[in-house]
């Protein structure tokens, strides 16, 4: 996706243009939810994280995204805690130029996220949305670029360089890195540990995260350590217990559950959220 391509996607992000046109594409894919039916955990899946942020945020929490692309989720975090913090992490520098010019309130950190700071290659995906720091895993190489790689723990800590002020307690994060979940995790232990924030994160199908090292169990496993439980959307706007190991490894199956996932720390108290 080009410069000016993302920047009219990013100005468009919260308006009513771009609130018309998210209507319209659900619209234009009623066809393929008449054919397949048995995806629609998937199909409501934005749906329902509307509506768990709005039972998980408060007006005032603080929030960070981590792979914020062109600002979609950040504006709804920023609409549903308008009196917190928030940070966003986005390692495509034009990207990141766009969130920049559009959300001045928000501290904007040009860098990928995994275990340790540094530097890697980042690979430009052609669908919008797929880039990462291992060759995309649905779509096309359109680029490759060298960007600044920063852990969540050392990014917690150079946010508040220079501010007179303790480091902000983490409330929320949202975590969409295109199959580096579990290192940008591991780089985050001390925060998790610390904060215990609650997490959004994505995990795709069986074999997505194949490039990285690691299958969704280790994923799983890495949250259980930490003393998290982890939650399907459906399953959590629905009052249900959490995932088994064995749940949250066949829900990489088709047909889905979802790819986006919650990682709440063991014990937080659900409640059905939907009629």
């Known amino acids: 996706m080009n410069l000016p391509t993302v920047a009219l996607k990013g100005r468009l992000v919260g308006t009513l243009p771009g609130r018309l046109l998210r209507r319209a594409r659900w619209w234009a894919a009623f066809p393929q939810r008449i054919r397949h039916p048995e995806l629609w955990d998937m199909y409501l899946e934005d749906r329902r994280v509307d509506v768990a942020l709005r039972a998980l945020l408060a007006a005032d929490s603080t929030c960070v995204d981590v792979g914020a692309h062109i600002g979609s989720a950040l504006q709804r975090l920023i609409e549903l805690a308008p009196d917190g913090e928030h940070l966003a992490v986005e390692a495509d520098p034009d990207k990141a130029k766009v969130l920049i010019e559009r959300f001045p309130s928000v501290t904007v950190v040009n860098a990928a996220v995994s275990s340790s700071s540094g530097s890697a290659r980042f690979y430009r995906a052609r669908r919008s949305g797929f880039s990462s720091l291992r060759p995309p895993f649905d779509s096309e190489v359109a680029g490759e670029i060298d960007v600044d790689v920063i852990s969540l723990d050392d990014l917690i800590d150079r946010a508040t360089v220079g501010v007179e002020r303790t480091v902000p307690t983490v409330d929320f994060i949202k975590l969409d890195v295109e199959g580096a979940e579990l ?3 591991q780089g985050g232990d001390r925060l998790l540990k610390r904060d215990r924030p609650l997490v959004l ?3 795709g199908p069986r074999g997505s995260t194949k ?9 799983y496993e890495h949250l259980r350590q930490l003393d998290y ?4 959307i459906g399953d959590f706007v629905y009052g249900r217990a959490p995932l088994s190991a064995a749940e949250f490894d066949k829900a990489g199956t088709y047909p889905y559950r979802g790819f986006n996932y919650l990682a709440l720390p063991a014990g937080y108290k659900t409640k059905r959220l939907v009629p």
């Open 201 to 203: 994160f994505e995990c």
């Open 229 to 232: 439980e982890v939650h399907s």
């Open 183 to 185: 290192p940008a995790l």
């Open 211 to 219: 490039a990285f090292g690691y299958d969704r169990l280790d994923l």
